[in-house]
């Protein structure tokens, strides 16, 4: 008697489990990112597109690798008067190459491996903020390094490889 109620109570729980594992599958599944990178060796700047939570949304990352030393990132970070990288996104096309948004900043850092490091972001931009043009849209991130420590200022600008796709 007892081990029938074990069984029927067992197999009610297993018909309730086994559409709620899937369905846990289904929505935790990742979603696939498109990610460019321009593969530099004195500098690697990548982009990174992938769908958001809300569908018709976008997560947009943008970082850098300025392989620089330590001490000359650091004095770079330290002599900014403000922010001394930014991070921008641009369509592609022929003649001009329109901004398309400006990223949030998430880090700038300094070390032995990686020289300057910095990443920016944003969450759950619009596709209407990528689709620059008819057709497959052709985006890529900007990086500007904003040199202070002498006279003249240096400015360096360093671009990621380019996401070709209809958003």
């Avoid at 599944?29 to 992938?50: D, F, M, Q």
Wanted: aromatic letters at 6%.
């Amino acid at each position: 008697m007892i081990t029938t109620v074990k069984r029927r109570v067992l197999k009610a729980v297993g018909i309730v489990m086994v559409p709620t594992a899937a369905l846990v599958l289904l929505v935790a599944s990742p979603a696939s990112a498109t990610r460019s990178c321009n593969g530099g060796t004195a500098s690697n700047v990548c982009l990174t597109i992938e769908p958001g939570i809300l569908s018709g949304r976008y997560r947009v990352i943008l970082g850098v690798d300025f392989r620089i030393s330590r001490q000359a990132a650091q004095d770079i970070i330290n002599a900014a008067g403000g922010h001394p990288v930014k991070g921008q996104i641009f369509g592609s096309d022929p003649g001009t190459d329109p901004r398309l948004f400006d990223l949030q900043e998430r880090y700038t850092s300094a070390s032995d491996e990686a020289g300057l490091s910095a990443e920016f972001f944003i969450n759950e931009v619009p596709a209407s903020f990528l689709d620059e043009d008819w057709g497959t849209d052709e985006v890529y991130g900007k990086i500007t390094i904003t040199d202070r420590r002498g006279n003249p200022v240096l400015t360096t600008v360093l671009n990621s490889g380019t996401i070709s796709q209809s958003f």
